[in-house]
């Protein structure tokens, strides 16, 4: 099964920046829709940002402009590659617990409303907690 090790994160004032990893490895198709999610206490999970096999990024509202997600080192004979989301511009609001999660059912994330179905992802990270100071 997929494994998906997660490092990064940490505190930063408004206007700063942060980022996450995501070591990503065994997996299982080299397809796949990769997302990072984020949750605050007492919230819903929210996608934040995604990119996919054929490359194509998305972005939700909130953090378009101020975070970028890439890919590093994909290796279809390891069946790994390294996830980040480089967070910028931080504000308060973007305080929250981020995690990393793989569909390896689909091609391309425009198959499906990805920022809304953090359940259709078939593996997540721990996560690691990202809190913004005013």
């Known amino acids: 099964q997929a494994r998906l090790v997660q490092s990064g994160g940490g505190s930063a004032q408004a206007g700063g920046s942060l980022r996450l990893t995501c070591e990503v490895t065994?997996?299982?198709?080299?397809?796949?829709?990769m997302a990072w999610f984020r949750q605050d206490q007492g919230k819903e999970r929210q996608g934040v940002a995604a990119?996919?096999?054929?490359?194509?990024?998305?972005?939700?509202?909130?953090v378009k402009g101020r975070f970028n997600i890439s890919k590093y080192k994909e290796d279809f004979y390891a069946r790994s590659l390294t996830l980040y989301l480089q967070l910028n511009d931080l504000k308060p609001e973007d305080t929250a617990m981020y995690f990393c999660?793989?569909?390896?059912?689909?091609?391309?994330?425009?198959?499906?409303?990805?920022?809304?179905?953090?359940?259709?992802?078939?593996?997540r990270s721990r996560g690691t907690q990202v809190t913004v100071s005013s």
């Open positions: 990119i996919d096999s054929l490359g194509a990024t998305s972005y939700t509202d909130s």
């Open positions: 999660q793989a569909d390896f059912r689909v091609q391309s994330c425009s198959e499906y409303n990805w920022w809304n179905l953090p359940q259709r992802f078939g593996y």
């Open positions: 065994n997996m299982e198709y080299t397809a796949y829709c």
